[in-house]
Antibody, heavy 117, light 109 residues
Framework: QVQLVESGGGVVQPGRSLRLSCAAS????????MHWVRQAPGKGLEWVAV????????YYADSVKGRFTISRDSSKNTVYLLMNSLRGEDTAIYYC??????????WGQGALVTVSS | EIVLTQSPGTLSLSPGERATLSCRTS???????LAWYQQKNGQAPRLLIY???SRATGIPDRFSGSGSRTDFTLTISRLEPEDFAVYYC??????????FGGGTKVEIK
């Protein structure tokens, strides 16, 4: 069955960096695009980034463009989110999710990132 | 950027009642790009409906989606205890970019 497991969350000071990982299993990882979506405490869902299945195209929300980088390693069935210059407003649960062209179908359980001094 | 507005913000209903949730888009969109998700407290979202009206695998038939252009609806025909949750609509646009509505909380009356 499809599984997505995020890791790498934690508490980080403003201005510092953090890298999240999402390990995928149960499907042919190299044939699917992957997203990151976040949810601030008590708030709704906010899309963060997507990388196409072949790793050749990436797209970002304006709120993270220039600070966050999505990447993938198909040999490890893993997608990453490198977050630089973190701000308080980046505090959220970060979910990875599988792309199905016009929607996302499977989500991980999420990784909590807290940006605080 | 397309904005999705969900209403009402909170829906207070009893088990067995019908729930009607609305999602309006700021521009006309293709129904193929409209999806609905359910999120229970402390859990990840779960895909319910894609393409405006197609149920995802394993979703009970009491859940149905409809609509077109700027007005979309998620209907739960008879609420079960496990259906009390927050529901989000989502548009997957070109570029690409993904936009979520603000959510509708369905709570027990």
């Amino acid at each position: 069955q499809v599984q997505l497991v995020e890791s790498g969350g934690g508490v980080v000071q403003p201005g510092r960096s953090l890298r999240l990982s999402c390990a995928a299993s149960g499907f042919s990882f190299s044939t699917y695009g992957m997203h990151w979506v976040r949810q601030a405490p008590g708030k709704g869902l906010e899309w963060v980034a997507v990388m196409w299945y072949d790793g050749n195209n990436t797209y970002y929300a304006d709120s993270v463009k220039g600070r966050f980088t999505i990447s993938r390693d198909s040999s490890k069935n893993t997608v990453y989110l490198l977050m630089n210059s973190l701000r308080g407003e980046d505090t959220a649960i970060y979910y990875c999710a599988r792309d199905r062209s016009f929607f996302v179908d499977f989500w991980g359980q999420g990784a909590l990132v807290t940006v605080s001094s | 950027e397309i904005v999705l507005t969900q209403s009402p913000g909170t829906l207070s209903l009893s088990p067995g009642e019908r729930a009607t949730l609305s999602c309006r888009t700021s521009q006309s969109v293709s129904g193929s790009h409209l999806a609905w998700y359910q999120q229970k407290n402390g859990q990840a979202p779960r895909l319910l409906i894609y393409g405006a009206s197609s149920r995802a695998t394993g979703i009970p038939d009491r859940f149905s989606g409809s609509g077109s252009r700027t007005d979309f609806t998620l209907t739960i025909s008879r609420l079960e205890p496990e259906d009390f949750a927050v529901y989000y609509c989502q548009h997957y646009g070109s570029a690409p970019s993904v936009t979520f509505g603000g959510g509708t909380k369905v709570e027990i009356k």
